[in-house]
C-alpha cells in the first residue's frame, strides 16, 4: 500500500513541478494586472527549445537557460503589445499561444538532424534525473519529495520565496497595489508600466523553466503538442490557488496528482473514468470560479486582482 | 523629444483597413524570414500555398470546407466580442453542435432512410448544443458576475474530454473495426454536397453572415447591442436590458458555433469522431478580430485564414514542409494586429522635451 502510494506521489510531485513553475510566474502576472494566455504556446516553445538545446550542446544548463529566454522573450510580446499598445490582453495571449503552437510543431520537424529527417520526434538527449537524498529517500511515503530531480527541489525553495516576496516584502506591496488600482499606485510613486513589464516577463521566465521540465524531466524527448493542454490547466490553477503562492502549491499536487491517477488507470486498461479525471481540473476551477462570487466567506478569500485584464490608460483622468 | 500616445476624437477609418493588411503583410514578411532561415524558399512557398487553394476548382473546394466552420465560428465570436463579452469558447460550442447533431443523428434518425426533416432536426440539435455550452457561462455572467473568459475556457476543454469519451465509449460503432468513432449516420441527413467535400453549409454561413450585418447595423436591436457593448451607462439610461440581450446574443453566438461543429459531422465526417477540436474556435477570435467584429469583413478574414490552412497542407505534400506553416502565419498575423489597433484610436506625437502637463 505504502508502495503504491509512494510512486504515485512520486508521479505526482513530477507532474505537478512543470505546473507549478508556470503557475507561479502567472500569478506574479496577474498580480500585477495582466492576464497571460499565451502560457500553453510559452510552455510549448521552451520545451521545444530546451529539448533542442540539450540535444546540440549536451548541456542541461544552458538548455533550461535557453527555455527560460525563450518564455521571457515570448512573454515580452505580450507586455510589449498589452502594456505599451494596450491591446487586448485576451486576444493577445491566445495569439501568442497560437504562435507558439504553431512554430513548436513547424521547428519541431526542422531542427532535428539530417539523418533523423530534420524532425526532433524519437530523438534522445540530456535530461534531468531523479536525485535521491540519502536517509530522507528511505522514509516511507514521504521519502517520495526527497526521490525528485532538481528542478523539483528548486521549487521547495521557490514557493516559501515568492510567498515571502508577495507578502512580506515592499517591492511584493507595490506589485500588489499595481495590479489592484494602478491609478493608487501611480499615486504612491511606483512606475506601473514598468513592474507590469518585468512581472509579465517573468511569468514566461518561469513558464519556460516549466516547459524545459517537461521535455527535459517528466516526459523527456520530443513530442507534438507535449503540453497536453497544462498551459489551460495552469490558468484553472491560478485562480484554484487564489493567486497564493502556498495554495498554488496544494493546488498543483492535487492537479498532478488526478495526472498521476490518470497515469495509472492508463496502465491498468481502464481508458474511459480518465475522461472524468482529467475534466477535473476544469470543472474544480469552475466550482471556484461561481462559488467566488456567490458566497461571501469565498468572496473574501478568493479576490482576483482589481485591474486584471484591463490596460493602463494613465491620460485617462 | 518624446513620444506620446494621444487619443483620436473619432476612431481612424482609414487605419481599419490598413492596419489589418500591414499585418497580414508583416505576417508573410516574418514567415519569409522563418522560411528562409530553414533554407526554403519563401516565395515558392507562397507561390505553392496560393496555387494549392485556387491552383484548381478541387483546391478552391476544400477551402470552402475550412471556411465554413470558421465563418460561423467568427461569426459567433464577433457577436459576442460586439458586446465585450469576451466568449472565447467557440471552440467548446463548436464541439457541442456536433454532439447535438449527432445525438439526433444516432438515436433519433432510423439507422437507414429518414429524411429532410431529420436533417432539418440534426442541426437544430446542433445549435441547441452550442447555445446550451454558451448559456451556461452567459447565466453565470449575467446571474451571478462570473467572469467569462475563464469560464468559455475551462468549458473548452470540458467539451473536448466529453466528445472523446462519448466516441471512444459509448457511442463507439461496435463494428468500426476498433477505430474510434460513432457508426455513420444514415445518408439522408447528409448535408448535400457541392463541388468536392463542400457542402450547402458556405451558403448558410454567408446567408447569416449576411443577415447578422443588416441586424446589427440596420435594426434597432443591433444598435441597442454595440450601445451595451461601446457605452453600457448610456445604454442602461436609455432603459436597455443589458442582462437579457447579452443572454439573447449568446445564445445566439453559441448556436452559431454550434451550427458550425453541426456542419462538419453532418457534411464532413458523417460521424461523431475525432477532428472536432482543430482550433477552428481559437482560430475565430483572430477572424473576428481582424474583421474588427463586421460580420461580412469576417467572411473574408475566414477565407483568408481557411487559405492558409489549405496551403499549409498543400505546402507539406508539395515541398516537404511542415503543414504548421499555415499555423504560424495565422499566428504572426495577429500579433501586429494587435499592437497596430492603437493607432486606430490613438495617434503619435511627438512632444518637445518641455515638462508636459
Redesign the interface.
Known amino acids: 500500500m505504502f508502495d503504491l502510494v509512494g510512486s504515485l506521489l512520486m508521479i505526482t510531485l513530477a507532474a505537478g513541478t512543470s505546473l507549478l513553475y508556470a503557475t507561479l510566474g502567472e500569478i506574479f502576472t496577474e498580480k500585477s494586472g495582466i492576464l497571460n494566455l499565451g502560457i500553453e504556446g510559452t510552455m510549448l516553445m521552451s520545451a521545444l527549445t530546451a529539448f533542442t538545446v540539450s540535444y546540440y550542446s549536451g548541456s542541461l544548463i544552458l538548455a533550461v537557460f535557453c527555455a527560460a529566454l525563450t518564455g521571457g522573450l515570448l512573454s515580452l510580446i505580450h507586455a510589449i503589445i498589452t502594456v505599451t499598445l494596450r491591446g487586448n490582453q485576451v486576444v493577445s495571449g491566445l495569439s501568442i499561444t497560437l504562435l507558439g503552437t504553431g512554430l513548436s510543431s513547424f521547428l519541431g520537424q526542422r531542427l532535428g538532424p539530417e539523418s533523423n529527417g530534420f524532425t526532433l520526434f524519437g530523438l534522445n538527449a540530456h535530461r534531468f534525473h531523479a536525485i535521491e537524498i540519502p536517509l530522507l529517500s528511505n522514509i516511507p511515503f514521504l521519502g517520495a519529495f526527497f526521490h525528485q530531480d532538481i528542478l523539483t527541489y528548486l521549487l521547495y525553495f521557490l514557493v516559501p520565496a515568492t510567498w515571502i516576496f508577495l507578502y512580506r516584502s515592499r517591492y511584493g506591496l507595490s506589485l500588489r497595489a499595481v495590479g489592484e488600482n494602478p491609478r493608487t499606485a501611480t499615486a504612491m510613486g511606483i512606475h506601473v508600466m514598468k513592474e507590469r513589464y518585468i512581472y509579465t516577463v517573468f511569468g514566461g521566465i518561469m513558464s519556460g523553466i516549466g516547459g524545459a521540465h517537461l521535455s527535459l524531466a517528466y516526459t523527456p524527448g520530443w513530442s507534438e503538442n507535449i503540453t497536453g493542454g497544462r498551459g489551460w490547466i495552469v490558468i484553472a490553477l491560478v485562480i484554484f490557488a487564489a493567486w497564493n503562492p502556498g495554495r498554488a502549491m496544494f493546488g498543483a499536487l492535487l492537479f498532478g496528482g488526478i495526472n498521476a491517477i490518470q497515469f495509472r488507470l492508463q496502465a491498468s486498461g481502464t481508458n474511459i473514468p480518465s475522461a472524468f479525471l482529467n475534466m477535473l481540473p476544469y470543472l474544480i476551477t469552475l466550482v471556484v470560479l461561481v462559488l467566488m462570487n456567490v458566497s461571501p466567506r469565498m468572496q473574501r478569500r478568493f479576490t482576483a486582482p482589481g485591474a486584471l485584464g484591463r490596460a493602463y490608460v494613465p491620460e485617462d483622468k | 523629444m518624446k513620444l506620446r ?3 483620436r476624437l473619432e476612431a481612424s477609418h482609414l487605419s481599419t483597413i490598413l492596419v489589418p493588411l500591414a499585418s497580414f503583410v508583416i505576417s508573410l514578411l516574418l514567415g519569409a524570414l ?1 522560411l528562409a532561415a ?1 533554407k526554403a524558399n519563401p516565395w515558392q512557398t507562397y507561390h505553392a500555398m496560393f496555387m494549392g487553394s485556387f491552383g484548381s476548382l478541387y483546391n478552391f473546394s476544400e477551402v470552402i470546407v475550412k471556411a465554413t466552420p470558421l465563418i460561423l465560428t467568427g461569426l459567433g465570436v464577433a457577436l459576442a466580442f460586439r458586446l465585450r463579452f ?1 466568449n ?1 469558447g467557440a471552440e467548446g460550442q463548436l464541439i457541442w453542435g456536433g454532439i447535438g447533431a449527432s445525438v439526433v443523428g444516432l438515436f433519433v434518425t432510423p439507422a437507414q432512410g429518414g429524411n429532410l426533416i431529420y436533417l432539418l432536426l440534426a442541426i437544430m440539435a446542433a445549435m441547441a448544443g452550442g447555445a446550451l455550452w454558451a448559456g451556461i457561462p452567459a447565466l ?1 455572467k449575467t446571474r ?4 467569462e ?3 468559455t ?6 467539451a473536448i ?2 466528445y ?2 462519448l466516441y ?2 459509448p457511442w463507439r460503432d461496435p463494428e468500426g473495426f476498433g477505430f474510434p468513432g460513432s457508426r455513420q449516420f444514415s445518408q439522408a441527413i447528409w448535408l448535400p454536397k457541392l463541388v468536392g467535400r463542400s457542402t450547402i453549409g458556405i451558403i448558410i454561413a454567408l446567408v447569416i453572415a449576411l443577415v447578422l450585418w443588416f441586424v446589427l447595423t440596420k435594426t434597432k436591436w443591433g444598435f441597442e447591442l454595440t450601445m451595451i457593448g461601446k457605452n453600457p451607462r448610456a445604454a442602461h439610461v436609455l432603459g436597455v436590458n443589458s442582462n437579457k440581450n447579452i443572454l439573447v446574443a449568446l445564445l445566439i453566438s453559441g448556436a452559431l458555433s454550434g451550427l458550425a461543429g453541426g456542419f462538419e459531422v453532418l457534411g464532413v465526417s458523417h460521424r461523431l469522431q475525432q477532428g472536432l477540436n482543430l ?1 477552428y474556435g ?2 475565430a ?2 477572424i473576428a ?1 481582424m474583421a474588427a467584429l463586421n460580420p461580412l469583413s469576417v467572411v473574408l478574414a475566414a477565407l483568408l485564414m481557411a487559405m492558409l490552412l489549405v496551403g499549409g497542407d498543400q505546402v507539406q505534400m508539395i515541398m516537404r514542409l ?1 503543414s ?9 498575423i ?2 501586429p494586429l ?2 497596430g ?2 493607432f486606430s484610436e ?1 495617434r503619435l506625437r511627438f512632444i518637445g522635451d518641455k515638462k508636459d502637463v
Request: overall charge neutral.
Open positions: 500616445f494621444e487619443k522563418l530553414n469576451w472565447i453565470l451571478l458576475k462570473v467572469d473568459t475563464l469560464t475556457l475551462m468549458m473548452n476543454y470540458m474530454l466529453s472523446q469519451y471512444n465509449g482550433g481559437y482560430t477570435i483572430i478580430w511542415p504548421a506553416v499555415g499555423l504560424v502565419l495565422q499566428g504572426l495577429l500579433i494587435l499592437g489597433a492603437v490613438y
